[in-house]
């Protein structure tokens, strides 16, 4: 078993920055990739970026290349998500989840554990 617990959502203004982080515990962080999914009203629960265990590949979903940034730290037990630039259409319920599945998958089918979300609102 591998717990969860995101933090660092809340509310901001267009145009800024918000950092939110997951913090794992149980079974060795390290062996997981990571992602980080997000949930609007209405919408399907897509990715929004995804890091292989060692850090050596990432994704991102196109509508937030060149804003976010992913980042692990294996000694902390712990992965980030770096958010520039926000747009009120990033606003969701934040997610990060962890899958033993190789490649990294993009669909929410192949992670193993969740966290319980954290909001995101980003005003216009």
């Known amino acids: 078993q591998v717990q969860l617990v995101e933090s660092g959502g809340g509310l901001v203004q267009a145009g800024g920055s918000l950092s939110v982080s997951c913090a794992a515990s149980g079974r060795t962080f390290s062996a997981y990739a990571m992602g980080w999914f997000r949930q609007a009203p209405g919408k399907e629960r897509e990715a929004v970026a995804t890091?292989?265990?060692?850090?050596?590949?990432?994704y991102y979903a196109d509508s937030v290349k060149g804003r976010f940034t992913i980042s692990r730290d294996n000694a902390k037990n712990t992965v980030y998500l770096q958010m520039n630039s926000l747009k009120p259409e990033d606003t969701a319920v934040y997610y990060c989840?962890?899958?033993?599945?190789?490649?990294?998958?993009?669909?929410?089918?192949?992670?193993?554990?969740w966290g319980q979300g954290t909001q995101v609102t980003v005003s216009s």
């Open positions: 989840a962890a899958s033993s599945y190789l490649p990294i998958p993009t669909r929410t089918m192949y992670y193993d554990y």
């Open positions: 890091i292989s265990r060692n850090s050596g590949s990432t």
